[in-house]
């Protein structure tokens, strides 16, 4: 089982969720709205202290294919996540100007639509992610709501998509048994789970990943 430590703010941060088993960091950019977002300068500083085999992840909330290709080139992660859906440009666009970089979309899990958006979209990315929150608002809420969906839909998509699947979306150390037994993703990705005071905690941790 994967494992992606969202929100991570700084160095520490990273090793710390490093240290205890995870293999992905989340690093978020500009938002509407949402917790955890860092300057892309700070990204970059993270991105360059972590282990090659590490996958750092930029969220970005661009829907213009040109934006997400130059704010990666100011970052460097080696995976780019993105949580709107685009509106200029396609992914093929960002494969063509940066081949080695994986791309991931999220899926924010609202109902039956839901799974129709995952398998479409699952046709031209490495990865989909399953996440809470409404797009759709007057502020859109594009992750980091620390609510739960419904897990019966993202169970569907995995079973339906042939493309490996993240869930998201509230998942905390009393909870992550009980989403992985009822969704089986290929990985889970949490961002206040595991956070006392917005802070990462290595208690929190710890605990999660017994249950992981």
Same mark, same amino acid.
């Given at each position: 089982?994967?494992?992606?430590? &969202? &929100? ?5 941060? +990273? ?10 960091? !989340?690093?978020? !950019? ?24 590490? @996958?750092?992840? #930029?969220?970005? $909330? ?5 934006? *997400? *290709?130059?704010? %990666?080139?100011?970052?460097?992660? @080696? ?6 859906? #685009?509106?200029?440009?396609?992914? %093929? ?14 899926? %924010?899990?609202?109902?039956?639509? $839901?799974?129709?958006? +995952? ?8 990865? *989909? ?12 809420? #594009? ?27 509230? #998942? @905390? ?6 989403? *992985? ?5 290929? !990985?889970?990705?949490? &961002? ?8 990462? @905690? ?8 017994? %249950?992981?």
């Amino acid at each position: 089982m994967k494992v992606k430590i &969202c &929100c991570i703010s700084s160095i520490e941060e +990273a090793h710390m969720a490093i240290r205890s088993g995870a293999t992905e960091l !989340g690093l978020v !950019g500009p938002m509407p709205s949402g917790p955890g977002i860092i300057s892309e300068s700070k990204i970059a500083e993270i991105v360059k202290s972590v282990p090659d085999y590490i @996958n750092t992840f #930029l969220l970005t $909330s661009e829907t213009d294919v040109k934006n *997400i *290709i130059e704010q %990666h080139k100011r970052v460097k992660t @080696n995976t780019i996540q993105i949580v709107d859906k #685009l509106k200029y440009g396609n992914y %093929h666009d960002i494969r063509n100007a940066i081949p080695d970089v994986k791309l991931v979309q999220v899926i %924010h899990v609202i109902n039956e639509k $839901s799974v129709e958006e +995952a398998q479409e979209s699952a046709k031209d990315v490495d990865y *989909i992610l399953l996440d809470s929150g409404n797009p759709n608002k007057e502020i859109k809420e #594009l992750g980091g709501t620390g609510r739960t969906h419904n897990w019966e839909l993202s169970k569907i998509i995995v079973k339906t998509i042939d493309k490996p699947v993240f869930l998201a979306g509230g #998942l @905390n150390p009393t909870n992550i048994k009980n989403a *992985i037994e009822t969704v089986n993703p290929y !990985g889970v990705d949490l &961002c206040s789970g595991v956070r006392y005071n917005g802070n990462l @905690n290595a208690q929190k941790l710890e605990l999660f990943f017994v %249950h992981v």
